[in-house]
């Protein structure tokens, strides 16, 4: 009973190029639905959370399709050919619409005479007499846009008070030099007003907006035809003992695809500046995804790899009486005892994405703005390197001490490093990437164990199904928390971020410890329990 190295890397290209593509949708959409159209935290939150309102339709949905797909090319593969073809054309076409929307960014002033003149990086931010000069040039544009038409009376005093005003006051109570908090939230202040400038320009003819958005709709849609099917192959290629290996195997393939998304990036110069196109990255990110499918598709004939892995299931015992169980409802087919480790692990997955994908949706928002720093600085580059190194190590820790202990130590381990992010200052680029390293560390025990407990719960031919419930819950998470934690960095700034997604993981570690299901099976003395169909020892 060996692992497959050689399949299970094959296999793993699928989730090389999911993150490749959610690990570019998280660090630009967000960007620039803030930056350049000008959306406010809680705006750009639900435009974010969109793709998760569709994934919890349709993940279940292709999820289960897939599970009764007979085509020759197997279950699965057939949704990976069309949602990854659509999803790469689509992601292509939105470098049309940065180069729109870049451009009319840059026939305004609002990159020379004001974004370039706040942020000259040789000038001590800190400095309290600089960000006087800020707010009279903001003064001088507010006032001049009133008196030509551009902005009304209103818009006008809602400046006053909701940026100059606040700005002032900070101003006024501090000394030469601000603190680091004061000077996280003046910036903060300011950032506010460059979104508004950016909504008037997008909001005076939102044609560009609106293609935008159907562009990314398609993306999204197609994303989420193959999400689940390509998930689904995993276990469907590999016998439940071998699973925790196998998905560090794929999760270390995810990773990787998430640090070319970065490399990428940098190799086009998008650093901290907030109006550079993107549309290079957004054609090369779509080229790669068809590249590495036809490598899949070349490599990974799926109907022999099943056939391989349902014979080894037969030769252990580990294959369930499918013509006993089929007429069965999933769930009502489960134990009391594991339907409800089944309902309290999907909670706690619930709660776990609440927290990650708040900070992850805001991370590139967030580094350059509150701490100065910019997420493709070498030191983060390495941070990600040092995570993708444990992650094979982890897969094989969590075989030798259990998944459930394994995910425990990483929510530790997670809950301290985010709520040490807090009390950050600015410039401190090795520190904050240590601990952003110990938090994706945390993250990874977490998250190469929780899908594979969920699917250990399957009959093996309704893994598909299960899948769809694991992004389910996740993706409820991600609908909910783009948009709460964007009504909260609006009110309180962005300083409430971390402290917020540490609450949430605190709360998933609490229910996490009432789960007692969903271990891997030990080949020894291997029985089948005729009551609840379960291998027992």
């Known amino acids: 009973m060996k692992l497959n190295y050689r399949n299970t890397f094959y296999v793993g290209l699928i989730f090389f190029i999911i993150s490749l593509f959610w690990q570019t949708y998280d660090m630009l959409i967000a ?31 292709f999820g289960a399709l897939s599970d009764k797909n007979n085509s020759k090319k197997g279950r699965r593969t057939p949704y990976i050919i069309v949602g990854t073809v659509l999803a790469a054309f689509a992601f292509m076409a939105l470098s049309y619409t940065d180069y729109v929307q870049t451009l009319k960014i840059k026939e305004t002033d609002l990159i020379t005479d004001h974004y370039d003149i706040a942020f000259d ?27 030509n038409g551009s902005i009304s009376g209103r818009k006008l005093n809602e400046w006053r008070t909701q940026i100059e005003e606040p700005m002032t006051k900070i101003l006024d109570d501090n000394g030469v030099m601000l603190s680091t908090r004061d000077l996280s939230i003046v910036k903060d202040l300011y950032y506010k007003y460059l979104s508004e400038r950016a909504w008037e320009i997008t909001a005076a003819d939102p044609t560009n907006l609106i293609i935008f958005s159907s562009i990314l709709f ?27 290996k196998a998905n560090a195997i794929i999760t270390l393939m995810g990773a990787s695809g998430g640090i070319m998304a970065v490399y990428i990036i940098m190799l086009f110069g998008i650093n901290r500046h907030t109006y550079d196109y993107h549309g290079m990255v957004y054609i090369i990110v779509g080229i790669l995804m068809l590249i590495i499918l036809a490598i899949f598709l070349w490599k990974v004939k799926e109907p022999k790899i099943v056939e391989e892995k349902r014979r080894l299931d037969k030769e252990l015992g580990l294959q369930p009486d499918e013509t006993r ?9 489960l134990t009391a005892k594991r339907r409800m480790s089944l309902y309290i692990l999907l909670g706690s997955v619930f709660l776990l994405f609440t927290g990650y994908n708040a900070v992850m949706s805001k991370l590139a928002d967030y580094l350059p703005k509150v701490l100065n ?33 394994t995910i425990m130590i990483g929510m530790i381990m997670l ?47 309704d893994v598909g199904r299960y899948t769809g419930y694991y992004y389910a819950a996740s993706m409820t998470a991600q609908i909910f928390t783009p948009v709460f934690s964007g009504i909260l960095m609006d ?47």
């Open 31 to 61: 960007r620039t639905l803030i930056d350049k159209y000008g959306l406010n935290q809680t705006w750009s939150g639900i435009v974010m959370a969109m793709d998760n309102v569709m994934a919890v339709i349709l993940l279940p949905l």
């Open 121 to 147: 990086s040789e000038i001590d931010a800190s400095e309290r007499s600089h960000w006087y000069i800020v707010i009279e040039r903001m003064e001088e544009e507010r006032v001049s846009a009133y008196q």
């Open 218 to 244: 398609v993306a999204l849609v197609s994303m989420a035809i193959f999400r689940s099917p390509a998930v689904a192959l995993m276990p469907d290629t590999t016998i439940k003992p071998l699973r925790s």
């Open 325 to 333: 169980v089929r007429n069965k409802k999933t769930l009502a087919s």
């Open 373 to 405: 720093l910019n997420l493709f600085d070498y030191q983060f580059i390495i941070a990600q390197a040092l995570v993708i190194a444990a992650i094979l190590p982890f897969g094989i820790l969590s075989m030798a001490i259990g998944r459930k202990k």
């Open 415 to 461: 809950i301290v490093s985010l709520g040490n992010v807090f009390f950050l200052k600015e410039n401190q680029p090795w520190l904050t990437a240590l601990i952003i390293a110990g938090a994706g560390t945390g993250w990874i025990m977490i998250s190469i164990n929780t899908y594979v407990m969920v699917v250990e719960l399957s009959k093996g031919y």
């Open 491 to 537: 009110r309180y700034s962005r300083l409430i971020l971390f402290p917020y997604a540490t609450f949430f993981v605190i709360l998933a570690m609490i229910t996490m410890m009432f789960v007692n299901r969903g271990e891997a099976i030990k080949l020894k003395k291997l029985v089948i329990n005729p009551d609840d169909e379960e291998l027992v020892e």
